[in-house]
């Protein structure tokens, strides 16, 4: 069983930095490619960034420039770093992998990202 454990988020004021750290446990983590999504109040669920086994990253147009996503597969973590952050990127942000089975979502148990004007 896989379980994703998430940590970092909180609450920064517009133009600030924040990292977000996710830990897998169970499975084995280098095969998996990792992604991180976000929910605002209101809103859909809807993705940020992903990074594939080998290490290769996509993101949304939305935080190209400012955000990175990255993996230490001997630690098995997946980060995003946050940079100049924007008030409307405040949302709960959550790791996620689909790798592991068929049809089967691992979701992080979610962390709030505020960000003041």
């Known amino acids: 069983q896989v379980q994703l454990v998430q940590s970092g988020g909180g609450l920064v004021q517009s133009g600030g930095s924040l990292r977000l750290s996710c830990t897998a446990s169970?499975?084995?983590?280098?095969?998996?490619?990792m992604g991180w999504y976000r929910q605002a109040p209101g809103k859909q669920r809807e993705l940020v960034a992903l990074?594939?086994?080998?290490?290769?990253?996509n993101y949304a147009d939305f935080v190209k420039g400012r955000f990175t996503i990255s993996r230490d597969n001997a630690k098995k973590t997946v980060d995003l770093q946050m940079n100049s952050l924007k008030p409307e990127d405040t949302a709960v942000y959550y790791c996620?992998?689909?790798?592991?089975?068929?049809?089967?979502?691992?979701w992080g148990q979610g962390t709030q990202v505020t960000v003041s004007r």
């Open positions: 990074i594939s086994s080998s290490g290769n990253t």
């Open positions: 996620h992998t689909d790798s592991v089975r068929p049809n089967r979502d691992y």
């Open positions: 169970g499975g084995i983590f280098s095969l998996y490619a």
